[in-house]
């Protein structure tokens, strides 16, 4: 895959996320719509957990990989882009419980963002990382992580629009 092609959907990408929670009405950014389940906040908050865990790791130790680089990629999007399925985040990626303050969390997600933009432009994207497997998906190569990154975001948007037409019909 061209580097250029994996930029644009993390730009297209990025663009979704901020929009999304730019969008967020900010009375209820903070607000649970069901017991047990996270704000839009704590969404927020958990990608920019998550976002961070990637840029750490996608600098550190990587080893050449003889399988396609892509290959995890479709996996990846079958089980994040499933609604269906309930999944369920370990420590240290869990939010936590205090109010998130929306600006900031936009600039967070902005900043993590574009430095993953930056690597992308100078990292080896068929490189598998070897300091972290992912808990489902295993080890990753960087472009898959990439695409990830993206996919995991894309679910996220759908719950924060979900919870955004819960408050909507209140």
Do not use: C
């Not at 990025?14 to 839009?40: C, D, M, V």
């Not at 999944?87 to 900043?111: F, G």
């Amino acid at each position: 895959m061209v580097k250029s092609v994996v930029r644009s959907d993390l730009k297209k990408s990025t663009r979704e996320l901020l929009t999304t929670i730019s969008n967020f009405p900010e009375e209820y950014f903070n607000t649970h719509a069901k017991e047990g389940r996270w704000t839009a906040g704590q969404i927020a908050e958990h990608l920019i957990k998550v976002e961070t865990g990637t840029v750490h790791f996608f600098t550190g130790e990587t080893e050449p990989t003889d399988r396609d680089p892509l290959q995890k990629i479709s996996k990846v999007k079958e089980r994040l882009l499933n609604d269906d399925l309930r999944m369920n985040a370990n420590e240290p990626i869990i939010p936590d419980d205090k109010p998130k303050d929306k600006e900031s969390v936009l600039k967070k997600l902005q900043d993590i963002r574009q430095r993953l933009i930056s690597l992308v432009e100078i990292e080896d994207l068929t490189e598998l990382i070897s300091s972290f497997a992912h808990p489902l998906f295993g080890p990753m190569t960087r472009v898959e992580w990439i695409y990830f990154n993206i996919l995991h975001s894309r679910r996220h948007i759908r719950q924060s629009r979900d919870l955004e037409k819960i408050f909507s019909e209140k």
